[in-house]
C-alpha cells in the first residue's frame, strides 16, 4: 500500500511486540547487539521462539526420546569394544561372535533412533517457520500506512523468507545436535573420568581453552551474520522492485543499469558473508587443533601406561573412544553455536518487524456505530500535517463540511491541495491533529477500526489487482461470497462480459497484478470488488483519469450504477466526470475555498472556473454541454 500522492512520510511508531514480547535494549546495546553480554544473553533472541516450540509438545517429545536413545546407544559402544579387546581374543570364537552381535544390534537402535530423531526435529523446525512466517505476514498486514511509508516491501519480504529460513534451521536440524552434542559430551566426560580419571585430567584441562574462544569469537560471528542478512535483503528489496517495474526497466533500455545495481547490492551481501564465514572457520579450526591435541596426547600417556601394566589395552581403547567423542561432540557445538548465533541475528530482526505496533488501533472503550448504517461524513476544523514535514504549511487546515446521506460530492483542486488526504483520515489510515471527523454521529478514533473501514468501499485510481483468478479479485474483501453474487458484482461494473470471453471465464487466472488486462479492464473489476462490498460509504478516488475514452464510457456507467442510493465522494481532475455531483468542494492549500454545483461555480469565476475553462479550452468538454 503507497502513501497518498500529497502525503509525505509518516510518523513513527511506537515499537512494542503484542504476542512475543522482545526484551528492552538501549540504543546503544542495539548498535553493536553482542558486546559485553554473556553467551545466553546473545542466543536470548531463539528463546522469543520457545511459544512456538511448546505448541509441538508431541514432536518435542518424541525429539528428545530418540535423542536420548540415540546418545545412549552411543555411549554404549565403547563398553563393548573394550570387553571385547580384553576377553575376547581369549574367550574364543564364541565369545567374539556373542559381542559383535551385540554391537551389530546396537548399530540397528542407534540407526532408527538417528531416522525418528531426524524426523521429529525436523518436522518441529518446518512446523515452527510456517507459524511464524503466518503470525508475521499476519502482524504486517495490520501495521499502518506509515510503516509501508518508510520501508521497502522486498526487505519485508525478505525477513519473511530468508530469515525464517534461517530460523528454521536453528530449531529443527541445529538445536537438535546442539543437544545430542551436549548429551554426549557430558555423559563422554563422565564415563573418562569412571574409565581413568587420571588421563582424563588432560582432555578436561583443554575444554576452557577451546570454550573461551568460541563464546569470544561468538560474538562477532552473530554480529557479521546479521550485517550479511541485512545486506541480502537490500539486493531482495532492489529486485522485488526491478522484477515488478521489468516492462519500465526494458522500455527505457535499463537492464545494464539495473542489474550492475542489483550485482553491487549482492557483491555487498557476499562480502558480508565472507567475514562472517572467516570468523566461522577461523574458530573450527583453532576448536580442531585443540581437540586433536588432547587426543594425542592422551594416546602418548596412555600407550606408556599400557606398556608399563597399569592399564590394559582396552580400557585405552574404550577411553580413547569417549575422549573421540567428547572432544568431536565439543567441536561440533563449536560448529553449533556459530549456526546459533547466526539464527539468533535473524530471529533478531524478525523480533524488530514483530515489534513494529500499529500506529492506528481500535480504542479500548469503542463507541459502536448505528446498527442501520445511513453514510453520513462530517469533518469539523480537520488539521493535518505529516510529522517529517518540519515547519511547511499543514496539509490540510481547519477543514469542515458535511456529506449528507445519499449524497454524492466531489472534491476537486490542484495536485498536493489535500483531496487524498481526506481520503485517508476518513479511512483512518492516520489520525488528524486537530478537529474531529464523524461517520454516521460517531467521531472515527472512537470507533472499531475494522466496523468503520467495513462502511467504506474504495475504487482507487491505479486499479489493485492480485495473481489469482476473476473470482479471486473481485471476491477479496467480501469473505464467502458466492459465484452468483460475484458474477452478479460483475454484470452491474459491466465487467461480465469481457470476463465471459476469456477462455476460463470467471476461473481465469490474470497474472501477477492483471498484467494481462487493459487499464479499463482492471478499473471494472475493482468497481465489481466495491459493488460486492456493498458499502455505504463510496470513495473513488479519480477512478476514471487513465482511461481511453472508450473505457471511460464504461467505467462511467458502472461507477453511475454503483453510486445508486450510497453516499459518495469523488476525487476528480477531470472535471466532466463530475458534472453530475450534488456538490463541488474545491480545495487548496488545505482549505475549502469554493463550494457549489458545476453551473454554480463557473458562474461564479473562482478556482474552479478558472480549472474548468483549462480543461474544457482543449477538447475536454463535458458531455451534458
Not at 199 to 214: C, E, H, N, T, Y
Request: charged share 20%.
Amino acid at each position: 500500500m503507497r502513501p497518498p500522492r500529497e502525503t509525505r512520510p509518516a510518523p513513527a511508531v511506537t515499537r512494542s511486540l503484542p504476542e512475543i514480547q522482545p526484551e528492552a535494549t538501549p540504543p546503544e546495546a542495539s548498535a553493536e547487539p553482542a558486546r559485553g553480554r554473556s553467551p545466553m544473553r546473545r542466543l536470548s533472541p531463539l528463546r522469543r521462539l520457545w511459544p512456538y516450540v511448546l505448541r509441538q509438545r508431541k514432536l518435542v517429545a518424541g525429539a528428545l526420546v530418540f535423542l536420548l536413545l540415540a546418545s545412549l546407544t552411543t555411549l554404549s559402544l565403547p563398553i563393548a569394544v573394550r570387553r571385547v579387546v580384553d576377553h575376547g581374543f581369549s574367550g574364543g570364537t564364541t565369545f567374539i561372535d556373542t559381542y559383535f552381535a551385540m554391537l551389530a544390534v546396537l548399530s540397528a537402535v542407534l540407526a532408527v533412533a538417528s531416522a525418528g530423531r531426524y524426523y521429529f526435529v525436523i518436522t518441529i523446525g518446518e512446523r515452527v517457520v510456517a507459524d511464524l512466517r503466518r503470525d508475521v505476514f499476519a502482524h504486517v498486514l495490520k501495521l499502518s500506512p506509515g510503516f509501508y511509508d518508510r520501508n521497502l516491501s522486498g526487505e519485508i519480504v525478505s525477513r519473511l523468507t530468508a530469515d525464517t529460513t534461517q530460523i528454521k534451521s536453528a530449531v529443527g536440524a541445529t538445536a537438535s545436535l546442539a543437544l545430542r552434542n551436549a548429551i554426549l559430551f557430558v555423559g563422554a566426560v563422565a564415563m573418562m573420568a569412571w574409565t581413568s580419571p587420571g588421563l582424563s585430567v588432560i582432555v578436561i584441562a583443554a575444554i576452557p581453552l577451546i570454550i573461551g574462544p568460541l563464546i569470544a569469537f561468538g560474538r562477532s560471528v552473530r554480529a557479521r551474520s546479521r550485517a550479511a542478512q541485512d545486506r541480502l535483503a537490500d539486493a531482495s528489496a532492489y529486485a522485488g522492485e526491478a522484477i515488478a517495474a521489468s516492462r519500465i526497466v526494458q522500455a527505457f533500455t535499463a537492464e545494464p543499469i539495473a542489474t550492475a545495481r542489483f550485482g553491487q547490492a549482492a557483491d555487498e551481501a557476499f562480502e558480508a558473508a565472507r567475514r562472517s564465514v572467516v570468523a566461522r572457520a577461523f574458530l573450527t579450526a583453532f576448536a580442531i587443533f585443540l581437540i586433536t591435541f588432547s587426543i594425542v596426547a592422551v594416546l602418548w600417556v596412555g600407550a606408556g601406561r599400557v606398556v608399563a601394566g597399569t592399564m590394559t589395552a582396552g580400557t585405552l581403547g574404550q577411553f580413547l573412544f569417549y575422549a573421540v567423542f567428547a572432544a568431536s561432540s565439543l567441536g561440533q557445538l563449536s560448529e553449533v553455536w556459530n549456526d546459533l548465533t547466526a539464527a539468533a541475528g535473524a530471529a533478531d530482526r524478525l523480533s524488530e518487524l514483530l515489534a513494529e505496533e500499529p500506529e492506528i488501533r481500535s480504542p479500548a472503550s469503542r463507541a459502536p456505530l448505528p446498527a442501520r448504517a445511513l453514510g453520513s461524513v462530517r469533518f469539523e476544523n480537520v488539521s493535518f500535517r505529516y510529522p517529517t514535514g518540519g515547519a511547511s504549511a499543514p496539509t490540510l487546515e481547519a477543514l469542515s463540511f458535511e456529506v449528507r446521506p445519499g449524497e454524492t460530492v466531489a472534491l476537486v483542486g490542484p495536485s498536493g491541495a489535500g483531496k487524498s488526504t481526506v481520503f485517508a483520515l476518513l479511512e483512518r489510515f492516520y489520525d488528524p491533529l486537530g478537529g474531529r471527523i464523524l461517520v454516521d454521529g460517531v467521531d472515527i478514533r472512537q470507533a472499531d477500526l475494522h466496523d468503520l473501514r467495513r462502511r467504506m468501499a474504495l475504487v482507487p485510481q491505479e486499479a489493485v489487482v492480485f495473481a489469482g483468478t476473476v473470482r479471486d479479485n473481485i471476491g477479496f474483501g467480501v469473505e464467502g461470497a458466492s459465484a452468483a453474487d460475484v458474477e452478479r458484482a460483475a454484470e452491474t461494473a459491466h465487467a461480465a462480459g469481457f470476463v465471459r470471453a476469456m477462455p476460463q471465464g470467471f476461473d481465469t487466472a490474470i497474472g501477477e497484478r492483471g498484467v494481462t488486462l487493459s487499464g479499463g479492464q482492471r478499473q471494472r473489476l475493482a468497481i465489481a470488488r466495491a459493488v460486492l462490498r456493498d458499502a455505504p460509504i463510496l470513495l473513488l478516488d479519480e477512478a476514471t483519469s487513465a482511461l481511453d475514452a472508450e473505457s471511460e464510457v464504461l467505467v462511467q456507467r458502472a461507477l453511475e450504477r454503483l453510486m445508486e442510493g450510497r453516499t459518495t465522494l469523488v476525487i476528480a481532475h477531470r472535471l466532466a466526470t463530475i458534472l453530475k455531483a450534488d456538490r463541488i468542494l474545491v480545495i487548496d492549500g488545505g482549505r475549502i475555498v469554493e463550494e457549489g454545483t458545476h453551473a454554480a461555480l463557473v458562474a461564479r469565476g473562482g478556482l474552479y472556473a478558472r480549472l474548468a475553462e483549462l480543461q474544457f479550452s482543449q477538447g475536454m468538454r463535458p458531455a451534458a454541454e
